[in-house]
């Protein structure tokens, strides 16, 4: 495992090459759930190693039953595309071993996907250190008409019911980051925080029947409950109230306190919140979801020690490895798309040309 570079490749098949507890920290955005193409390949999910795959197009998923082929953990298919009365367009998957081809994020099925989302984390919190920290940054997607999601694309499944996964009324907010938040609890993650990125810039909204988002959450998870923090700092907001901050029953900045002691002064300011209003940083050679730099400030500062290495698995156009290096850490990545990989070198590049590793290959393949 080299650091300072991006590899090269699916992302869940990397992770299995690096080292047991070799990161300290991981800030990532992984696709979301039916929200758009990234343009490459799907890969093989979930089913049986050694099958010799027959892909069919199939619409409706049911778990397995015992009875089935697959294991008991996958699901397999229980209405064929020649059904007139199923809407939406069908996807690939293996009528042997119940396996599904195609990209993370454009899953039939949004449990699917959580699913595949958390596999991958297994493999990230087997990389991080004890003390490692993992920040995640996951938005929400409405279900369209006869849509995956609000963006088009096949009807994504809601409930379960009876052993087949029904669908959800159009118009319903999937709720995408809570489920992929238990999910990881329940694979023995810690959920320290949730933290509110509100995007005073946010793109408008042409919907009429509800509020405009403007925030997208982030998930502070540890591997353990021991792990490695450095206290962040905002400035002190003297809230306008009768009982205000005060220290020792003393004015304190003019407003005049009773007894007790509510706020202790801290010349570093107070104990950072949980919003965190940060406008939206428009990169117009980036694919369109991008990372703004003040977003990830936070999380490596917080979460990685100085000469600590960030990992982000989804790199995209480099925005981690680039605040990484700003910082004093090291970064690697992994992007399935090359595209994306020369973008976020050349953002990087004027930092690494400062150092030896300029002059080798930047790229690793897997």
């Known amino acids: 495992m080299e650091v300072n570079k991006i590899y090269l490749g699916n992302t869940l098949d990397v992770l299995k090459t690096f080292p047991d507890e070799s990161i300290n920290c991981c800030v990532t955005s992984p696709p979301y759930w039916a929200l758009r193409d990234y343009g490459t390949d799907g890969v093989?999910?979930?089913?049986e190693p050694d099958c010799e795959h027959e892909w069919e197009e199939i619409d409706v998923l049911r778990k397995a039953t015992p009875g089935d082929k697959p294991s008991p953990n996958s699901k397999v298919a229980i209405h064929r595309t020649n059904n007139e009365n199923r809407p939406g367009k069908p996807t690939n998957f293996c009528n042997k071993c119940g396996a599904w081809k195609g990209q993370l994020g454009l899953e039939p099925d949004f449990n699917l996907y959580i699913k595949h989302l958390c596999d991958i984390f297994d493999e990230v919190k087997r990389v991080l250190r004890k003390d490692g920290t993992c920040w995640v940054n996951l938005?929400?997607?409405y279900r369209g008409n006869n849509s995956r999601g609000s963006n088009g694309g096949r009807a994504g499944f809601g409930n379960e019911r009876e052993g087949v996964f029904v669908r959800f009324e159009s118009k319903n907010l999937c709720n995408i980051p809570a489920r992929f938040s238990i999910e990881m609890q329940n694979r023995g993650w810690i959920m320290r925080n949730k933290i509110i990125w509100h995007k005073p810039n946010c793109m408008p909204s042409s919907v009429t029947d509800r509020f405009t988002v403007d925030f997208?959450?982030?998930f502070f998870f540890t591997k353990n409950k021991k792990y490695w923090f450095e206290q962040?700092?905002?400035?002190?907001q003297i809230?306008?109230?009768?009982q205000g901050d005060y220290v020792g029953g003393k004015k304190y900045q003019g407003i005049t306190c009773g007894d007790k002691s509510i706020y202790k002064k801290n010349e570093n300011g107070r104990n950072k919140r949980t919003v965190w209003k940060i406008p939206t940083q428009p990169f117009p050679e980036a694919h369109f979801a991008v990372f703004p730099e003040k977003l990830v400030e936070t999380p490596i500062k917080a979460g990685c020690p100085k000469d600590g290495i960030v990992l982000d698995p989804f790199m995209g156009s480099g925005t981690v490895a680039l605040k990484a290096l700003k910082e004093n850490r090291n970064f690697i990545g992994i992007e399935i798309n090359p595209d994306y990989i020369d973008m976020a070198y050349n953002?990087?590049?004027p930092l690494l040309s400062q150092s030896k590793l300029f002059e080798e290959e930047l790229i690793c393949r897997v």
């Open 216 to 218: 997208e959450e982030i």
């Open 347 to 349: 953002r990087i590049r």
């Open 232 to 236: 962040q700092f905002e400035d002190l």
């Open 239 to 242: 809230p306008n109230r009768p």
């Open 139 to 141: 938005g929400d997607t």
């Open 44 to 47: 093989i999910w979930d089913g």
